[in-house]
């Protein structure tokens, strides 16, 4: 892309190495940076430890193809929920926001079914 081509404002055209150009931005003042739509920047960011929060939209729906967020041979991660701002909308969307708590190597623990709920099981 030109940047002729991106006449909108404010825009700025990424050249070089993605993941460099990103942390380069994410270190000056401002405003936060956003991903609309990109599953591939969402996973270049991901495989670079670069994003800060995930706002997700969970539709009541199966496809069964397309492009997935997270595929297979994803480095491993896990988050903690954002609880005062994830829900259920109307039609059954939920509604998630989720902080990376961990990128690479992780533990998820162990859980068992009690009384028709999930408990952890402690070490």
């Known amino acids: 892309m030109t940047d002729e081509e991106?006449?909108?404002?404010?825009?700025?055209?990424?050249?070089?190495?993605?993941a460099d150009e990103v942390r380069?931005?994410?270190e000056l003042p401002g405003k936060e940076?956003?991903?609309h739509g990109s599953w591939k920047l969402v996973q270049t960011?991901?495989?670079?430890?670069?994003?800060d929060v995930y706002r997700l939209l969970q539709f009541p729906v199966i496809v069964g193809t397309g492009k997935?967020?997270?595929?297979?041979?994803?480095?491993?991660?896990?988050?903690?929920?954002?609880?005062?701002?994830?829900?259920?909308?109307?039609?059954?969307?939920?509604?998630?926001?989720?902080d990376p708590t961990s990128?690479?190597?992780?533990?998820?623990?162990?859980?068992?079914?009690?009384e028709g709920r999930s408990a952890t099981v402690l070490a």
């Open 6 to 18: 991106a006449d909108w404002s404010p825009t700025t055209v990424l050249r070089g190495d993605l």
């Open 24 to 26: 380069r931005l994410k």
């Open 33 to 35: 940076l956003q991903v």
């Open 45 to 51: 960011l991901h495989e670079a430890g670069l994003v």
């Open 68 to 98: 997935r967020l997270f595929p297979d041979g994803s480095t491993p991660a896990t988050f903690a929920t954002v609880a005062e701002s994830s829900r259920v909308l109307p039609g059954g969307v939920v509604s998630l926001t989720l």
């Open 103 to 114: 990128l690479g190597a992780i533990s998820a623990g162990a859980y068992t079914v009690d």
